[in-house]
């Protein structure tokens, strides 16, 4: 399994940034795709999740209402729409995949085993 994320970058805050992950070798019925994000000196926070089959999205408080979690089953692409950016969203952010998800453990990163290798978003204010 490979992860391929994209699309971090600079913003000012209020901005927008979508990010992207690219997923090979895994079936996709069995999978959901997460993202996380690690600020300097702090732990890894969850940040949202999907199910590759569809179903409900799953956001952390500090980005619901801001952040949507997308999918292109045909591609093979989770994306990342990050709207009204906040200084605070400066990280690196992950895409991760894991296996046979429900709802209570999308924001465990110890259910995620296959994970990318970060991007990169700086929001400056």
């Known amino acids: 399994v490979q992860l391929q994320a994209s699309g971090g970058g600079m913003v000012q805050a209020g901005g927008s940034l979508r990010l992207s992950c690219a997923a090979s070798?895994?079936?996709?019925?069995?999978?959901?795709m997460g993202w996380f994000r690690q600020a300097p000196g702090k732990e890894r926070e969850f940040v949202a999740a999907?199910?590759?089959?569809?179903?409900?999205?799953h956001y952390g408080k500090s980005v619901r209402g801001r952040f949507t979690i997308s999918k292109d089953g045909a591609k093979k692409t989770m994306t990342l729409q990050m709207n009204s950016l906040k200084p605070e969203d400066t990280a690196v952010y992950y895409c991760?995949?894991?296996?046979?998800?429900?709802?209570?453990?999308?924001?465990?990163?110890?259910?995620?085993?296959?994970w990318g290798q970060g991007t990169l978003v700086t929001v400056s204010s």
């Open positions: 991760a995949a894991g296996a046979r998800l429900i709802s209570s453990t999308y924001s465990d990163e110890s259910r995620y085993g296959h």
């Open positions: 070798g895994l079936t996709t019925a069995d999978y959901s």
């Open positions: 999907l199910r590759w089959t569809g179903g409900s999205a």
